[in-house]
């Protein structure tokens, strides 16, 4: 993989953050294949482009409004083969509030992309898997 081409998949994946920020889904949409696969920090996974936009487009309103705050870093992007990359970011959301919770949280997490380089040059997400550095565990630790 050459400069330009991390320099391609580093500008769509700002442009991912800024989309994903904006709430404009269906452009968010572009910047994956038709059958991409989408797993959610949830474990939700969405196998088309059509299931990951609908899904991601169904936020409550007041969720909607704290995406402003939103960042996405690259933190690697290595070259699988001529047309393929493995990417993985970090993103922060803080003071992120589901409707209905007590409190704000500071949410983050790591998200790993395969990316494929369209016949058009693009680069475009074909899978992604996201997952919280610091979701609640469902387990109590032994003490002692």
């Known amino acids: ?10 500008r769509a994946l700002a442009a991912h953050t800024e989309l994903w920020r904006r709430h404009e889904m269906d452009a968010w949409g572009e910047l994956f294949t038709e059958d991409c696969d989408f ?16 899904g991601h487009r169904d936020v409550p309103a007041p969720v909607l409004a704290q995406k402003r705050s939103y960042a996405q870093e690259v ?12 990417v993985h ?5 803080p003071d992120h509030q589901l409707p209905g919770a007590e409190a704000a949280e500071d949410r ?14 693009r680069w475009l997400i074909r899978a992604a898997h996201n997952t919280r550095e610091n979701g609640l565990d469902d387990f109590t630790a032994p003490t002692g």
């Open 1 to 10: 993989m050459d400069e330009e081409d991390e320099q391609r998949i580093r």
């Open 39 to 54: 797993i959610t920090h949830r474990g939700i996974w969405w196998t088309s482009r059509h299931e990951n936009v609908v």
């Open 75 to 86: 933190l690697r992007v290595r070259g699988l083969a001529p047309d393929v990359a493995l």
């Open 89 to 93: 970011t970090s993103w922060s959301w």
């Open 108 to 121: 983050r997490g790591l998200i790993t992309l395969v990316m494929v380089r369209h016949p058009d040059g």
